[in-house]
């Protein structure tokens, strides 16, 4: 007797949760997920500061690689990248900012660094700046990494976006500062319950 239903419904089984872990590593489906109330009072607790570390290993590895400090310059950075873990987000959501620097700088007195995190539309429009003074997180020579939270809000319209961070050094004999580095990276804000529209 040839038991031809049993072989039918575990292969549309299979085939079922095949389609579910295509459609769970593409974004388009997901478990339950966290609610927008439930994220907003999380926030509260978040911490959305800049907390440099310095990684020994990469220096050692970048000193090797990178020129030195060119005389009579107050500092210089070698190396500055921005990472996002995440190039489509939904709102009520937490995306990732990864940041790496690799920075050279004199022993004087009286420098300050300030790192300006700006946030574009995609047709270019600037929606919010961030600023924060690093003086003394970056006090010497180092390779530096943080992760920094970026909250996307219930509200955020769907679309395209730009994080730009900036390093600014001042001196005492220039106090507007210099621009030592510049990076960016992009990412969309795709809907709660779908996967991101065509572009």
Known sequence: MKHTPRLITSKHLFL??????????????????????????????????????NSDTDLEASARHFKSLPKNTPAVARLYKLQLDATTISPCHHVAIHKE??????????????????????????????REAMSKQLSTNGYYVATVPLPIPRLAPMGKYLVVSKLIVRTAENRQGTLLAKASAGFQVIPRDGCAPPT
């Open 101 to 130: 620097l690799y920075l050279l700088r004199a022993a004087r007195q009286g420098m300050e660094f300030e790192e300006i995190r700006e946030f574009y539309a995609g047709d270019g429009t600037l929606i919010a700046t961030k």
């Open 16 to 53: 079922s949760a095949i389609t579910g872990c295509v459609l769970l590593a593409s974004g388009c489906a997901s478990l339950t997920q966290e609610t927008c109330a439930q994220f907003e009072e999380r926030t509260r607790e978040v911490d959305y500061a800049t907390h440099y570390r």
